[in-house]
């Protein structure tokens, strides 16, 4: 397949022409505010970073895998980096101990969640929520395929940012809520068992991006349209881009139906709540509403999202809406008359540059906005917005964080915790201090740490809460270049787990942990807050729990039957079973143990079924018997010493004639 005429270009062209690029989109401490005439004036004079020497050494470290820490880039003051590597503090949890804290992390295109035990950063188990998943049987069993059908019939799913629900400003262990990027859904996992139980193909949307649920008592899950397309997608509009459209979904947490959608300008990347119940900030990169990269970054400026979600359920009440495929559409654009009056439904707040995520802080105070392509994140004061006429005066504060600037985390304590992209930091700032200094100022910064490589999401423990835990803080890094034994091109993320003690020690790098790509936020729950059952309870599901009496073959139809079969150590309700030539079969299985950790698998060659029944569950799985033959059906659990004894035999007989 090797093309002897494709131009092989010298990597370090590429390099330079990535840092020309960066380089020329990046934009100063403070964005140049917009002239009257819609040019731009210069920045803030006398903060002349020398931005250039800076870019280029972040972006060697980058993209040419050095590995040198980014100290020596930070000379420009505020906070020392620190060089730590593990010496101190004990991450480990000894043999037969539990952790202290569930870690919920999304799983990206792997469409899975993971969950990760805190502090020892030991994977506890997988739930796949838009992939299938053989071991458990996800996207095997009937409901589950069907769960998977009626969302879409996709294969994948692209998770990004997981969700618990909330009551009081506090995690109530209920449920997790993720989205799909990839394909404009949203889906629910029980915690109860640490399932997916629904998942919502939010209508009119393509892209949903940034997911989160309204704080204090999970009323809504709120998704964010990042990619504006034609309403209706229906082939209309196709290549004019003016017309295409950006939406903001409130979804019904029970229901997982969509109740309305706000249509706004430019586009939505990330989104937070506040802890009132009031707004919904949004992030956004694309005011210019451009297809181009180059388009994308154009201006210096990017207008922030501020929802004001009891003003946007008046508009509906009122029916103030159209409605595309069924549901409300607000207009929340700047020209709409719902904008113009003294409650507008949407406050549009310009922040430098693309920024890329919004984190409110634990009072509910402020809006933490990481620049992205601005060295600064904007605070924005949620307190001030209802009053504020040009929604530009909440912003109260802009400290200088570093290159880079992407999410931002909290202990609890007053500190706020970037994670500094292009600079490969976490670097901690002083909140209040922030909002006290002079736009631009590193004096709110207070340290900053090394961390390998370009980190994406930063997450300290229950840091959405109102009341965080802090101690540890996991940063999220997307490359791990030389960290870890090399694994062929494709090399593991690297998720850094970073002692913070409560604010008041110095941060430090305490385990690297290898991620499958590529997991992009993650959440923390205190071990108290979750109550997983440990057997099923048969009260939970629809399917008849059958019992050994009742297992047995019982033909519905001229070409279907019912075969009903326990499972216990060692052995199947049947050791065999015949069907018919072309027979539809549906298989319910119940697993009659009642002890934790006993389960037994259903696997049935050349039929493309397994799937796994727990204590006291029941599953059902349905399949032609399309070709005659003995077909061994085994167990796939190692559960106990007859394990691989136990087995059934589906006896097919061949079609007469
Ligand atoms: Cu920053 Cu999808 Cu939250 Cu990835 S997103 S990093
Ligand atoms: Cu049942 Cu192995």
Redesign the pocket.
């Given at each position: 397949m090797h093309d002897d005429t494709a131009e092989v270009r010298d990597p370090t062209d590429v390099v330079d022409e990535y840092e020309e690029a960066l380089d020329s989109v990046l934009s100063d401490v403070d964005a140049p505010e917009p002239d009257d005439d819609g040019g731009v004036s210069l920045g803030l004079p006398g903060l002349s970073l020398n931005r250039r020497d800076f870019v280029k050494a972040g972006v060697a470290a980058g993209a040419m895998g050095a590995v040198a820490g980014c100290s020596s880039l930070n000379g420009g003051g505020g906070g020392q980096a620190t060089e730590s590597g593990g010496g101190g503090v004990d991450h480990s949890v000894a043999p037969g101990e539990h952790d202290e804290y569930y870690g919920f992390w999304s799983g990206g295109h792997s469409g899975e969640l993971r969950v990760i035990g805190i502090p020892s950063m030991r994977e506890l188990t997988r739930i796949p929520v838009f992939n299938t998943d053989c071991a458990s049987g996800y996207g095997y069993t009937d409901d589950t395929k069907q769960l998977l059908e009626d969302s879409g019939g996709y294969s994948w799913g692209d998770n990004?940012?997981p969700n618990l629900s909330e009551t009081d400003g506090d995690y109530d262990g209920e449920y997790l809520y993720v989205n799909d990027?990839a394909n404009g859904r949203i889906a629910r996992v029980n915690l109860t068992y640490f399932e997916t139980d629904a998942i919502t193909d939010v209508p009119n949307m393509q892209a949903i991006?940034?997911c989160t649920v309204l704080s204090p008592d999970t009323k809504y899950v709120f998704g964010n349209g990042e990619f504006r397309a034609p309403l209706p997608n229906d082939g209309r509009d196709l290549d004019d881009p003016d017309s295409y459209t950006a939406l903001f979904a409130a979804v019904d947490p029970e229901s997982m139906e969509t109740q309305w959608q706000v249509k706004v300008d430019g586009n939505l990347d990330?989104n937070d709540s506040g802890k009132e119940g009031r707004w919904v900030i949004a992030s956004a990169y694309n005011s210019e509403e451009a297809t181009s990269i180059q388009g994308m970054t154009r201006d210096d400026r990017d207008d922030v999202k501020a929802f004001d979600i009891p003003a946007i359920e008046q508009a509906v009440e009122n029916g103030n809406y159209e409605e595309v495929n069924g549901i409300p559409i607000v207009d929340g654009t700047k020209e709409s008359p719902l904008n113009q009056g003294d409650r507008p439904i949407v406050k549009y707040i310009p922040t430098p540059k693309s920024p890329?995520?919004v984190e409110v802080e634990p009072n509910g105070d402020y809006a933490m906005v990481a620049g992205k392509l601005s060295p600064t994140v904007t605070i924005i004061d949620l307190n001030k917005l209802p009053e504020v006429e040009d929604p530009a005066d909440a912003v109260v504060g802009r400290p200088r964080v570093g290159l880079g600037p992407?999410?931002t985390t909290f202990d609890g304590n007053g500190h706020a915790y970037t994670s500094l992209f292009i600079d490969s930091q976490a670097v901690k700032w002083d909140i209040e201090a922030a909002v006290e200094a002079e736009e631009g100022s590193e004096e709110p910064i207070i340290e900053r740490q090394d961390v390998h490589y370009n980190p994406?999401?930063i997450q300290a423990l229950e840091a959405m809460t109102t009341d965080p835990d802090g101690e540890w803080l996991v940063s999220?890094n997307?490359l791990s270049k030389d960290r870890f034994l090399p694994v062929g091109p494709i090399m593991p993320d690297n998720d850094q787990l970073i002692h913070i003690g409560q604010g008041e020690k110095e941060m430090e790098l305490v385990a690297d942990h290898p991620a499958y790509p590529e997991p992009?936020?993650c959440v923390f729950a205190h071990k108290d807050k979750i109550d997983a059952k440990k057997v099923y309870d048969p009260e939970d599901y629809e399917e008849t729990y059958i019992t050994e009496e009742a297992s047995g073959v019982e033909r519905t139809g001229e070409n279907s039957v019912h075969v009903k079969m326990t499972t216990k150590r060692s052995e199947y309700g049947l050791p065999d079973f015949t069907v018919q030539e072309g027979d539809e079969v549906r298989l319910t299985t119940t697993n009659i143990e009642g002890i934790q950790d006993i389960i037994h698998g259903v696997a049935i060659p050349e039929h493309d079924i397994n799937y796994a029944v727990a204590p006291q569950d029941t599953r059902e799985v349905t399949f032609t018997a399309d070709e005659p033959g003995v077909y061994w059906i085994y167990c796939t659990f190692f559960c106990s010493a007859l394990h691989l004894e136990m087995r059934s035999r589906m006896l097919v007989e061949p079609a007469e004639g």
């Open positions: 990004h940012h990027k991006h940034g990330i890329h995520c992407l999410h994406g999401h999220l997307k992009h936020d």
